[in-house]
């Protein structure tokens, strides 16, 4: 069964600075995608990042880069140059592609982005 | 997410009444997905329909939950005899193909908030 991890439930960081937020997760099929949602405190759900388990570069979308190390599992997301507006709640996600088409979503980390 | 369309926002409901959760998936798509967020948690997959069909209904509770997808409307998620249990965040989605790679990315709606008295 698929599973992902979040080990931090908070986060803090100083405006600017550079954070990475841990996720490793677990699956038995070679075929996945691994994915980063936001979620301010108004609540709506926002992708941010996909990575494939084939990629052979790991992804990057503006400010967000996924640290994906495929031996050990993990697709940590690294936030460059923080903003105050980055404070949300953040969601990793994975989704076999050989199954079905569900995601299997962490627990989520809270990044505060401190002035 | 802007092109995924969930009502009502917020709905309160008493213990034992129905609520009834609306989506409308980005234009041109015909399959939506639907989670719930409780408190404090990650989405949880309840269910997979295209249109006049569910695909995959292996998240939903036993009872008291059911969900449509008519040719004509919109999905609707609809919960029997609520309790406070129900209380939670219920969110749509309808997914695109990321960036030419294949893969499916789903784009949520704004979620429907629900809140059992």
């Known amino acids: 069964a698929q599973k992902i991890t979040q080990t931090q439930p908070g986060m803090f960081v100083q405006e600017k600075e550079a954070v990475t937020l841990d996720c490793t997760y677990d699956?038995?099929?070679?075929?996945?995608?691994l994915f980063w949602y936001k979620q301010p405190s108004s609540g709506e759900m926002i992708f941010l990042i996909y990575?494939?388990?084939?990629?052979?570069q790991n992804a990057t979308e503006g400010r967000y880069s996924l640290n994906f190390q495929k031996a050990r599992k993990s697709a940590n997301l690294v936030i460059s140059a923080s903003q105050l507006g980055d404070s949300a709640m953040y969601f990793c996600?994975?989704?076999?592609?050989?199954?079905?088409?569900?995601?299997?979503f962490g627990k989520g980390t809270k990044l505060t982005v401190n002035p | 997410n802007a092109g995924v369309m969930q009502n009502p926002r917020h709905l309160v409901r008493r213990r034992g009444q129905e609520a009834r959760l609306r989506c409308s998936p980005m234009k041109g798509h015909s399959h939506v997905y639907w989670y719930r967020q409780l408190p404090e948690e990650g989405l949880k997959f309840m269910v997979y329909?295209?249109?006049?069909?569910?695909?995959?209904e292996s998240g939903m509770p036993k009872e008291r939950f059911s969900a449509e997808f008519p040719k004509e409307g919109p999905s609707i998620l609809r919960i029997q005899q609520v309790v406070r249990g129900d209380s939670a965040a219920y969110f749509c989605a309808s997914s695109f193909e990321w960036q030419g790679s294949g893969a499916n990315v789903l784009t949520f709606g704004a979620g429907s908030r629900l809140t059992v008295l």
């Open positions: 990575q494939g388990s084939y990629d052979q």
């Open positions: 996600a994975m989704r076999d592609w050989g199954g079905s088409e569900k995601l299997v």
């Open positions: 699956t038995s099929d070679p075929s996945y995608g």
């Open positions: 329909l295209q249109k006049e069909n569910i695909i995959d």
